[in-house]
Structures are given as C-alpha cells and as structure tokens.
C-alpha cells in the first residue's frame, strides 16, 4: 500500500534509454523512466505513440531493440519464465476462449500459472454475481473484464498491467471494473500500470503519470510533483516566450492576451511577481491534454528530469 | 458508516474532496469524535479511486487533528469543528449586506461582484500557501 519507502527495495519498474524498432521504424526511443512499487501509473498517449509497445517488453511478450528494462530490480528478457510470472496482464480485448465456462478459464489459469490462486479467482467472481459454469460467450462485455481481471489477480503477480481495459466498455461496467483494480491495489499492494486514451478518468487512478507521444516520453513523474511543477498564465499578448518563468509547453494566443502552460524553472522570476499576468494552478486533465498536444520529437528527453536539472533554459519551447 | 464521493469534473484534487466532506460534515454534524471512517481499501473499492491518495486525505486530516488511526481498528474521528454561532452568522451578514450595498452603489453587477469575490478569496488563499 506504501509507495516509494521500501528502504532501497527495487522500483517495479525501471527503464533507461529503452527502445524498439519495427524494420526501419522506431515504435519507441530513449525511454528513460521509473515507477515505484505500490503506485498506480497512468500510461497516456494517442493510438500508435508506443503504449502497447512498451506494455509488451514489460510484460516480455517483445524484446526490447536497444536499452535496459528492469522489473523489480530483475532485467527482463522476452519469453523468460521469470518475466513472465512478474506481470500480469489485461489485455484490450480481454481474450478468453468463448466456447469455455468460467470455470473453465480459471483451471486453465491454474495449469499455466505456478503461483495461481483460486480463490482469489472464485471469491471475486462470486462477490460479482458471474455463474462459474456460465460460458465466455454468455458473458457481458463487461463480465468478460471482470473474468479476465480476476485470472490476472489470481496469479498474483507483483505488476498488474492493463491496456486500455475499459476502452470497449460502458460507464457502469467501467466504474465496476475500476472499483475492483482499486480495492486489489488497497489489498495486496500490486503496482499498477494502465494504458488509457480517457484522460478524464485517470485523475482519480493514478498517483504516477507517463506522457508518449511519437514514441518518446513527453512528461513522467509523481502526478502531485509534475501537477506542482506547472502554472498556467494569463499574460499580455506581446509576452515573448524568454520572458516566461519556465518552459513553455503550450501556447494559446488571443487578440490581447495569451494563455500559456509552463513548466517552471526556479531560476527564472517567478509569474507573481509580473503585475497584471494571471497565475493559476494546473488541473491534471489540462496537464496531459497540454502534453498531448506538443508536436512529436520535441522532447529528447525526459522533461520531468529536465525540470530538475539546473542551468538555463535552452529552446525547448513549441507553439 | 461514513460515505465519501467524488465529482470528477469539479477541479478540485481528488484528496481534497475527500477532506473537505470529512469538514464538512463535522461542520454540518454529520460527523462525531469517535466515529470509524471507512478504510482505506473500502473507500478505493466504493469509488474506484487510488488508495494512495485515500492515505493522503486521511494523513492530511490527521495533521489538521481531526482524525486519528488506532492500530488495527481504523481510523477515528478525534476532533471536532465547531460550527459558527448564529450570532456570528448575523453578524458577518449584516456586515456583507453593507458591502453588496455600496458594490450594488458604484455599478457592479451581480456578475461583477461574484467575480470579485473569487478573486480576493484566490488572493488569499495564495498568501496562506
């Protein structure tokens, strides 16, 4: 349940310039991030910036091109037993066989899976009303979810990855899902790792935040840190970009006056002290749709780290 | 038991939600000294919310001395807030009463004068972090 105050226990997930080509296509480059045990990570990024690639060489369904990726302090290799056994995995369209009951599927999970639990398995399922001898195909979408939820818990893996698992689900039967990820990272202290496109619904979720775009990390870090980091400005249209107390990140200009998203740099003047500009804290959604929106390949690195650094600020600015 | 929610579109950081309706509810009597909030994982599972920042909103009410942990039992409401007084209500009303008048005198509208009220309450909440 605790984060980061393992007393030097390994993160569960640690990356340093990882990254994966396709033929002469890089799907992901310089990845260079860390998730501590215990936190809920928030994987944000339009369709083909990388997410299910990344997702995959941590799960160890794909090797990696070039770079390190560790889980739980253990470099992982595609296909090993060990990876495989560190993380579960919800994948988007919930694969499970149709023609199978529940029961079924669960003593499937129980003949491939070492450390399977079924009573995790069975105590969920039950709570949720699902019928064990019911077959897949009988199943709401969002039963077919919870199915595939449980069979991930019940192997018990210390890293719970989900791609886009509610994506093809209604509210409700999103919610309910969301309700039983969260009691299990209550519970049993899993880290987890989800991949959305709903910014909306991942404030709620997520104490970790990671930001791709074209295949780079735009933003990654403690949400309350990254959310700190921010201020959002009202400043007369004429403000020239150098006059901004951080790095710009995105730029809105109007007739008179111009909304801009920076990320601070405490070796500028602070925004409080210009009169007449607006300086208002940051909302998570407007945070990562601000990200989103910055053209591909203007982050070489991690701006997160870059925030930190000291020195001045190069141009790192986009409109 | 003690039931929190949250709205996902108010802007205000999910932690705090759940703060200020442990606040609230002390002010409104809804809440007791002695009464059990619902534990962590209850309160994850009930609104689908991250149990790190469930720890964060009841930290934050510990620290304001309004609830307590006792190991193994939960965490308690230790404290109290005590709601104005009438008098003070009238007071402070008549007073803003006074105020809307001569803002109503030089001009502002409804509209003008709620804009201006955000905006000294932004000021000085600024000025207390």
């Keep these: 349940m605790t984060q980061g105050d393992g007393g030097g226990s390994p993160p569960a997930l640690r990356t340093a310039g990882l990254g994966r080509r396709y033929g002469h296509v890089w799907a992901l480059r310089d990845c260079t991030l860390t998730v501590p045990a215990g936190a809920v990570a928030g994987l944000v990024g339009p369709n083909g910036a990388g997410k299910t690639t990344l997702l995959q060489m941590i799960i160890g369904l794909l090797q990696p091109t070039e770079g390190q990726l560790e889980v739980f302090g253990e470099t992982s290799h595609a296909n090993s037993t060990d990876a495989l056994a560190r993380v579960s995995y919800v994948a988007q369209d919930h694969p499970l066989y149709r023609d199978f009951t529940v029961a079924d599927m669960f003593h499937l999970g129980r003949a491939m899976n070492p450390s399977w639990d079924q009573g995790v ?114 400043v007369p249209r004429a403000t020239r970009d150098a006059e901004l107390p951080g790095f710009l990140i995105h730029r809105a200009d109007s007739d008179r006056h111009s909304t801009v998203l920076v990320r601070t740099d405490p070796a500028r003047p602070a925004a409080q002290e210009r009169p007449g500009w607006g300086v208002e804290p940051v909302g998570f959604e407007q945070l990562v749709l601000a990200y989103l929106q910055r053209p591909p390949g203007t982050a070489a690195d991690d701006p997160a780290q870059a925030a930190t650094r000291p020195g001045p600020a190069t141009k790192e600015v986009t409109r | 038991m003690f039931r929190f929610r949250l709205d996902g579109a108010s802007g205000v950081p999910p932690y705090l939600q759940l703060v200020h309706q442990v606040r609230q509810s002390l002010l409104l009597g809804y809440l007791r000294e002695g009464d059990r909030l619902p534990t962590v994982k209850d309160v994850a599972g009930d609104l689908a919310i991250n149990p790190n920042t469930v720890v964060k909103a009841y930290r934050q009410l510990e620290h304001e001395g309004l609830a307590g942990g006792r190991p193994g039992q939960g965490t308690f409401i230790t404290g109290t807030l005590s709601p104005a007084t009438p008098d003070t209500h009238n007071i402070l009303r008549a007073s803003l009463e006074k105020w809307l008048r001569e803002a109503h005198a030089a001009g502002l509208d409804d509209e003008a004068v709620t804009a201006l009220i955000a905006v000294a309450r932004n000021d000085m909440n600024k000025e207390k972090v």
């Design chain 1, 121 to 234: 398995a069975t105590t969920r399922i039950d709570a949720l009303g699902i019928p064990l001898k019911r077959k897949i195909k009988g199943l709401s979408g969002g039963q077919q979810a919870q199915v595939s939820l449980a069979m991930a818990l019940a192997k018990r893996a210390p890293l719970l990855a989900l791609d886009e698992p509610v994506s093809s689900l209604d509210p409700i039967a999103r919610l309910d899902f969301m309700r039983e990820v969260m009691a299990a990272a209550a519970d049993t202290g899993v880290t987890v790792l989800i991949a959305s496109h709903v910014v909306s619904e991942l404030e709620r979720l997520c104490d970790w935040l990671i930001v791709l775009t074209g295949g780079r990390v735009q933003l990654a870090g403690p949400v309350d840190d990254l959310l700190t980091a921010h201020q959002l400005l009202t």
